[in-house]
């Protein structure tokens, strides 16, 4: 990989913190360029403070819960995967990759509407290859109404009619009100315990530049794979088990570093 130079000095590729400083100026530059908003640049940092007592390493608990995320999205009517500026900054690749394997169509869902963000957004995703894009005409939203931030706006064609929600780092308010209109919620999101992990009907506890690609792995792996099988994943799911193995997790992981201290 090459180093990055964000017009500071280069972070060397050998810096134990390289990875996540990769991803941290893919942040900074989204923000730059209105793709991200000023208060993504806090969220972000607040999931990197989960995923360091995560290990950061992608656990069996949250690869059962992606497993059971993909099966969802393969067997919904209507699925749809919302982006906001951090996801779109992060993996746009990804997005529209899992976006066609699952024929899920992407739709671009905003909390802070600076003008241009929307614009800057759909010129990265189509820049990754994203044929279909919601979420672009502001004439033709719909109100969600249990919702009164500006992410209450949604596609008619998209949110609006979807069955089943992928709402990667989500608003929690948001993750409540798809629940109240009967929608389907996979969410990710490191802190187990906030309203969108605990409103979810699937919440994958982990990173989301390590989820995207092990979707896309599954979704490969299970797009042939018979409905009753898919249906049997999701059943076997149980996502309070996994909030509780999720935070265990992080107990034991942190036990673990204050052993090394004594």
């Known amino acids: 990989m090459t180093p990055i130079n964000d017009q500071n000095p280069i972070i060397p590729i050998d810096h134990p913190r390289y990875e996540s400083l990769k991803y941290r100026h893919k942040i900074i530059e989204g923000m ?11 969220a972000h940092g607040r999931g990197e403070c989960f995923d ?18 993909v099966a969802l999205l393969l067997t919904a009517s209507n699925a749809v995967i919302s982006v906001n500026g951090n996801t779109a900054a992060l993996c746009p690749n990804e997005l529209v990759e899992l976006s066609e394997i699952i024929n ?10 600076k003008k241009g963000r929307i614009e800057a957004i759909k010129n990265v995703l189509q820049g990754a290859g994203a044929k279909k894009i919601l979420g672009l005409d502001e004439r033709i939203m719909v109100e969600i ?12 064609n ?24 009967g929608k389907i919620v996979v ?18 506890v982990d990173n989301f530049i390590r989820v995207m690609p092990e979707m896309i792995k599954i979704a ?11 249906i049997n994943i999701i059943k076997r799911f ?18 673990k570093q204050k052993k090394k201290l004594l």
Do not use: C, H
């Not at 730059?32 to 806090?42: P, R």
């Not at 290990?55 to 995320?69: C, D, F, L, S, V």
């Not at 109404?145 to 008619?156: A, C, F, Y």
């Open 32 to 42: 730059k360029n209105l793709i991200v908003a000023e208060a993504g640049l806090i």
């Open 52 to 69: 360091y007592m995560l290990g950061e390493t992608t656990n069996e608990t949250a690869k059962e819960a992606i497993i059971a995320a």
């Open 104 to 113: 899920a169509p992407l739709e671009i869902n905003l909390f802070y509407r």
């Open 145 to 156: 109404e249990e919702l009164s931030s500006n992410r209450r706006n949604v596609d008619p």
């Open 158 to 181: 998209g949110i609006k009619i979807a069955d089943v929600v992928f709402v990667p780092l989500e608003d929690g308010d948001r993750t409540e009100a798809l629940k109240k209109i």
């Open 187 to 204: 969410a990710v999101d490191l802190n187990p315990i906030s309203r969108t992990s605990l409103w979810a009907d699937i919440t994958i």
């Open 220 to 230: 490969k792996k299970l797009k042939d794979a018979d409905e009753k099988e898919l």
């Open 238 to 255: 149980d996502n309070k088990k996994n909030i509780q193995a999720s935070l265990n997790t992080i107990i034991k992981y942190t036990k």
